[in-house]
């Protein structure tokens, strides 16, 4: 394989989509002989997403052992062990708080579970989305302590939640908070706030900044018990294996679109493991409702898994997925389950209906840099979906926000792009008063807004990010990591580039370039899938589809305008285990044409 190349792949420059197609590492253009080259690919792949040539081996497997740091070098992680030890030693009422989302959810089934290993039975809330929102409110965490508890645990949420946590402090409840939200320079009173994103972290507990609520929640778990062991609870008890609770940090962290890279992609990779042997009897009820035969994969925890909890605090009751991932009962688990399923599928059908309706508020928006639709009556429940949806499709930033039935509030969640912090851009709006309140990620944020502002936040938003969003589009590229003849696509070449996972944001699927192919066949499949037939010229052919392109420039280019002539593809080579023998198939991001 020969050293790095400036030059473009396959020389393109600029393919149908207008992107040019670079390579992430060096140059690997392996025509149809990949077959034996699994190691060198394997390799290749791990340099190119930054790991050095001397730790090849420590990112071939992942492991805790080698990835996970030691808890107390996080601001206030002794401080939150120590408490919780003290709760479990002294018999205090806990309460754990969580959040509706798949993050929150796996968050506090976590914190539940742990305690309930270590002989502590703690009570349990999430917030109804519709009537509470985001985020603990006072009046709830005064009720909460109201009814017995004198420690509150709240879970992927709290870290912005000022007013709220001054009521619980004079109602005299401790709260420990458990976050990886965007904090501000004041944090909220609370008797610890464990949260790599505090802007008075060191250096090393920023280092993963990227975690997700639930892989910090490990964390503690680990502190606690090494804290619980120091004070000799497990001299005449047996320590509990903290190993067993991976499968909802995998979970938590792939919904949550975590960046796979470090201590996450350990957690996934083991968590995995732990699925496969389907130990919890909750998430062996919900691979089962997903219609999975196989173990899951890192793919189904996003696409299949996911889903089915956030649909519970999307469109139905916002408890179902911590009932369904604490529950020992199997017949409980399988009811809880197939309740998620239906309402998934509910989700789905007002999701069309806002992403129709949004879509169309899209046409004079061409020259703006964040796109922003808001309508009343939306469902909040499926707003995030739909700024997703329309961020894949426009390239840029999006905002969806749902007014309420009197037009006068609206909540609004966003996705972002690469190289676009829409999460600080929210605060920033919100502490120059546009917003009633808000926060998030660099690539996902919420909002609420008093609808009298939206104008004015529309501008303001647009022209905050403005030059961000033009250097991050003008940098878009097609980063590739494979080119092949079409005789290359092998069930084989799929096995060896899975090895390299698992992958997500910040550790990206192997992106491969295939051809020269012409098109044999061209169809839509579904409502708006592009499936295709490709052929090349050493006669061999494979499939291919594009995801919800049928309407977008590539699908009408490849639908109408590409019989006859020649077309390199690129996109996700994955294996298609529907016939009697598997083949590799393409899951397709771009194309150029070859002649």
Known sequence: MASRSIAPVFGVSRSITGKAWHWRGGNMELGADARDLGNDIVRQLLLSRGVAPDDIERHRNPTLRDFLPDPSLFRDMDSAAERLAQAVLTGETVTVYGDYDVDGATSAALMIRLLRMLGHDARYYIPDRLLEGYGPSGEALVRIAQDGSSLIVTVDCGAMAHEALQMAHDAGVDVIVVDHHKCSPELPRAAALVNPNRLDECDEGAAHGHLAAVGVAFLLAVALVRTLRQRGYFSERKEPSLMGLLDLVALGTVADVAALHGLNRAFVAQGLKVMARREG????????????????????????????????????????????????????????????????????????????????????????????????????????????????????????????????????????????????????????????????????????????????????????????????????????DLALAPGGLTPELVESLESAGPYGVGWPGPRVAVGPVRLIKADIVGTDHLRLIAGGKDGRSFKAIAFRAAETELGQTLLHGARNRPLWLAGRVKLDDWGSRPAAELHLEDAAWAD
């Open 281 to 480: 009897t909750g998430m062996a009820a919900l691979i089962d409702a997903s219609r999975l035969t196989r173990a899951p994969k890192c793919s189904d925890l996003g696409f299949a898994l996911g889903p089915r909890i956030n649909a519970g605090g999307r469109v139905g009751e916002s408890t179902l997925g911590v009932r369904l991932l604490t529950t020992e009962d199997p017949g409980e688990a399988q009811a809880i389950a197939a309740q998620l399923s239906v309402l998934n599928e509910e989700r789905r059908m007002i999701e069309a209906a806002v992403q129709e309706a949004a879509e169309a508020q899209l046409t004079g928006q061409h020259n703006r840099a964040v796109h922003l639709v808001s309508g009343r009556g939306w469902h909040p429940g499926v707003i995030g979906i739909v700024a997703g949806r329309i961020k894949e499709k426009t390239g840029k930033p999006s905002l969806v926000i749902a007014l309420d039935d009197d037009g006068k509030l609206g909540k609004g969640s966003g996705r972002s792009i690469s190289g676009v912090d829409l999460g600080a851009a929210i605060i920033a709006a919100r502490e120059q008063g546009l917003l009633v309140a808000g926060g998030g990620h660099a690539m996902a944020a919420g909002l609420t807004i008093s609808a009298e502002r939206l104008g004015e936040f529309t501008d303001w938003i647009d022209s905050h990010l403005s030059r961000a969003v033009e250097r991050a589009v003008a940098e878009q590229i097609v980063a590739c």
